[in-house]
């Protein structure tokens, strides 16, 4: 087994004169922080088992620049995207996959004027691809009588447009997908967003993403499905301020489906 | 005769005010910096079409957009009716439409903008109610001061009183119509013959049947109707770039230009990409630029006043009609922070009225939109969820506003909050918001590799 799960990055695949299929980005958070991690393994497994022929950047992956750039630094976000841009034209990468719809939207929308001009794929579109054309097969036995709900990413619904991936992916587990009263383009933020999570919140009576878990308490789901590990850890630290964590797990997509692949 | 006579001074001092006062805010938006949006043009009329002529984002609230609806078929429509009433009052004619498209075809036309009328006033005191008793939270909020308050109800009012007024003027007339005309020549008021009504209108009927039989009172009452409707039509028209309602000409300037990207593009600054590209490009030769002109004044980085801003951004805040849909879906205004898009929008209306008086007057003031009316507080209260660009029914972009004066914050004060600070520290030197080490990035294949499932 081990041996199949080694990923190797874009230096070591040119080194043998190949190329990907795609490129996964992984982002900071996938790659540093331990709960997001989880959703880069699973995410990674789900490659490996639909044969995907993919490869990392490993150390040569940098930020996109995002929390920096919605911060208002520009410099610093230009900077960022200016080295990687020469990175990825340099292994000369047509497509992207990510599971952070923060480095999906900067890479899709704010790339392509800098000079990187790619296919960028959400993982929960790529997800749904590969499930539609019969690569990756789920079973969603574990599921049935689940009810499961899903929060939409800002930066993967509002900011461009994409409802129904994730939907149709989760759809595939039998479970009862339930939505909350503030969904899809009126889905509230989970707080994290426009460099909040690196910061405190200004002065309020509430925490965006209390605001948000009660949503998800008021449709009392099994489950809630994230699709960013930004939003993960938001409506984890939710759940756990009305010490719901034993009632109500949240997983991202990627996470699920492994499950359902026995991953 | 005379009546002529003061309908057309009347019609040369509103035309005169209302010219002079849109040229006022042609030149404010026009302070704004360049922005080329001329490119796409079957899409911007296709955006034009369905937000603002389908009020396509109006019905997301199904109630407020069905009245606003109402209201505003209303006012397109029975416009049809108001040349009429400018050519009588213009000539001293009375309904001219009526010989010209025949007794049946008039009667439906003017049934139809009855109900229309009907409609509006329905509409309008359903909108009074709800903004005066109901406990609708985004009518109040801090920005919602008095003048704000009063502009809504000024509107409404005006507006139901025009329908009143008309349906009655309706009324009186058709009673005229239906009376003996030896009676109404007798009384010297020979335009009420010439037309042979059978039926009173459909709406205005029902008023019709209430009034008396009286030759004279009938006169008096439609006369007073058709003043009171046409002063009060030309005294809106005059109110109207005054106030929140300018959004009845703006929303349709306002989403032809709207932004086609997706909305979570911002845009890259075009003065950073030079710099960076100087920096860091191997190949670019900095003595290769053509000197720079001696006079001209540096750009700034972000806006701080709003002639930083562009004039896109300067017209999306007259196109706003304060209705506070986008501050009632803000995540940071719901959970009680500073932060209200909708105050974003009206200080930048707000300071760009002063600004534009104070260059007229030639004497300047050392306010800024940054500071003196938008606090960092607010700004950094901002998750850029895009949750107001979404809401907005006209299409404008508050958010396009809070990333420019952040951007002014962070490059030209480096005023970032200390953890923002921070982080660009991380990413600047570790490529990431942590304190990680970059080379430790691929970690995690090799946890893979280990337990063969993570």
Not at chain 1, 187 to 193: N, T
Not at chain 2, 8 to 27: D, K, P
Not at chain 2, 101 to 111: A, D, E, K, P, R
Not at chain 2, 308 to 325: F, H, I, V
Request: proline residues 4%; glycine residues 6%; charged residues 25%.
């Amino acid at each position: 087994m081990s041996e199949s799960m080694k990923i190797p990055t874009m230096a070591e695949m040119t080194a043998s004169g190949e190329q990907p299929e795609v490129l996964f980005w992984v982002g900071c958070m996938g790659s540093f922080d331990d709960r997001a991690k989880k959703i880069t393994k699973a995410f990674a497994k789900l490659l490996i088992k639909s044969n995907v022929k993919f490869a990392v950047l490993g150390a040569e992956e940098s930020c996109t620049g995002d929390p920096a750039k919605r911060a208002g630094n520009e410099f610093l976000y230009q900077m960022q995207a200016f080295a990687n841009v020469q990175v990825l034209n340099g292994y000369e990468v047509k497509r992207i996959v990510t599971s952070c719809p923060h480095c999906f939207n900067i890479l899709k929308n704010e790339y392509p004027e800098l000079g990187g001009n790619y296919e960028v794929i959400h993982h929960t579109q790529f997800l749904q691809r590969l499930l539609n054309e019969g690569r990756l097969e789920v079973k969603g036995g574990s599921f049935k009588g689940k009810r499961i709900t899903f929060h939409d990413p800002c930066y993967l619904g509002r900011a461009n447009g994409e409802y129904e991936a994730p939907r149709e992916v989760l759809a595939k587990l039998d479970a009862e997908l339930t939505e909350m009263k503030r969904c899809k383009d009126r889905g509230l933020c989970c707080g994290a967003g426009g460099a909040q999570m690196f910061k405190e919140a200004e002065k309020g009576d509430k925490e965006v993403n209390v605001e948000r878990t009660e949503d998800v308490l008021e449709v009392k789901p099994d489950i809630v499905a994230a699709g960013c590990p930004f939003c993960n850890t938001m409506m984890t630290d939710g759940v756990k301020h009305f010490n719901k964590e034993s009632e109500i797990e949240v997983k991202d997509i990627a996470e699920l489906i492994a499950e359902a692949a026995d991953l | 005769m005379i009546s002529n006579i003061v309908f057309i001074i009347l019609l040369g001092i509103t035309s005169f005010l209302f010219i002079r006062r849109i040229r006022e805010i042609r030149s404010n938006i026009n302070l704004g910096r360049d922005l080329d949006l001329s490119d796409n043009k079957s899409r911007r009329w296709k955006t034009m079409a369905r937000v603002a002529l389908g009020q396509s984002k109006m019905t997301v609230r199904p109630f407020a957009g069905i009245m606003h609806i109402f209201i505003y078929a209303g006012f397109v429509l029975i416009n049809l009716e108001m040349l009429e009433i400018f050519i009588d009052g213009a000539f001293g004619t009375h309904r001219v439409f009526y010989p010209l498209l025949g007794s049946s075809l008039y009667h439906t036309l003017i049934g139809f903008f009855e109900i229309l009328a009907f409609l509006v006033l329905f509409a309008c005191v359903a909108f009074l109610i709800r903004r005066n008793i109901g406990r609708i939270q985004r009518f109040s909020g801090k920005e919602m001061t008095s003048w704000p308050k009063s502009d809504a109800n000024i509107i409404l009012i005006v507006e139901s009183i025009l329908m009143i007024v008309l349906l009655t003027m309706n009324a009186a007339d058709s009673v005229l119509f239906s009376l003996e005309d030896a009676a109404v020549i007798a009384a010297g008021h020979n335009q009420y013959t010439n037309i042979a009504f059978t039926d009173f209108f459909w709406i205005s009927g029902i008023i019709a049947n209430m009034l008396p039989s009286n030759v004279e009172t009938l006169y008096m009452i439609e006369r007073a109707c058709w003043w009171i409707h046409i002063v009060g039509v030309f005294g809106f028209l005059i109110y109207i770039p005054y106030s929140k309602h300018l959004h009845i000409f703006l929303a349709f300037p306002n989403t032809y230009y709207s932004r086609l990207e997706p909305i979570g593009e911002v845009g890259n600054l075009e003065a950073v990409k030079k710099e960076v590209e100087l920096m860091m490009d191997p190949n670019q030769d900095p003595f290769a630029a053509s000197a720079p002109d001696a006079d001209a004044v540096p750009q700034r980085f972000g806006a701080k006043d709003v002639n930083d801003l562009s004039w896109k951004q300067l017209m999306d805040s007259y196109s706003c009609t304060e209705c506070g849909r986008c501050t009632s879906e803000c995540p940071a205004n719901q959970t009680g922070k500073l932060l209200s898009p909708r105050k974003i929008m009206m200080d930048t209306r707000d300071r760009l009225e002063e600004h534009g008086k104070n260059l007229k007057s030639g004497d300047e003031d050392a306010k800024s939109l940054l500071g003196d009316y938008i606090s960092p507080e607010e700004l950094w209260a901002c998750t850029t969820c895009n949750a107001c660009v979404q809401a907005c029914p006209v299409n404008i972009n508050p958010l396009s506003i809070i990333v420019d004066l952040r951007r002014f914050l962070v490059m030209e004060e480096s005023a970032a909050p200390n953890e923002l600070n921070t982080m660009f520290t991380n990413v600047e030197n570790n490529g990431a918001p942590w304190q990680f080490a970059q080379a430790d990035r691929g970690n995690w294949t090799e946890e893979m590799d280990k337990t063969g499932s993570g």
